[in-house]
């Protein structure tokens, strides 16, 4: 059973910078994509980036194009997101997700990935 965790949200002034992590255990990574989602209160859960295992691809919501960046270390086990230029739009809480897919581009669709972590806040102040 796969397990995801993510660590690094936080309270930040607008402008500021945040890296999350997130550890994936329990199984076997190769052939998937990962990706980052966030949501705040009352709204559906959103992509912001994702990244595939084969290409190392990664597509971006336009929302944070150029100001964040997904990467992951070289075992695949762990998948990074750099926030930087942080605007008080982006509080949310961000979720790491895992789909056991070969894929050219990793998918934006929430209800495709099969796992999830719980989530961390962050908390962006203007």
């Known amino acids: 059973q796969v397990q995801l965790v993510e660590s690094g949200g936080g309270l930040v002034q607008a402008g500021d910078s945040l890296r999350l992590s997130c550890g994936a255990s329990g199984g076997p990574h190769s052939m998937y994509t990962m990706a980052w989602f966030r949501q705040t209160p009352g709204k559906e859960r959103e992509f912001v980036a994702g990244?595939?295992?084969?290409?190392?691809?990664?597509n971006y919501a336009d929302a944070v194009k150029g100001r964040f960046t997904i990467a992951r270390d070289n075992t695949g086990s762990m998948v990074y997101l750099q926030m930087n230029s942080l605007k008080s739009d982006d509080t949310a809480v961000y979720y790491c997700?895992?789909?056991?897919?070969?894929?050219?581009?990793?998918?934006?669709?929430?209800?495709?990935?099969?796992?999830w972590g719980q989530g961390t806040q962050v908390t962006v102040s203007s």
């Open positions: 990244i595939t295992s084969n290409s190392g691809r990664t």
């Open positions: 997700a895992l789909r056991r897919e070969l894929e050219v581009t990793a998918s934006t669709m929430a209800n495709e990935y099969e796992y």
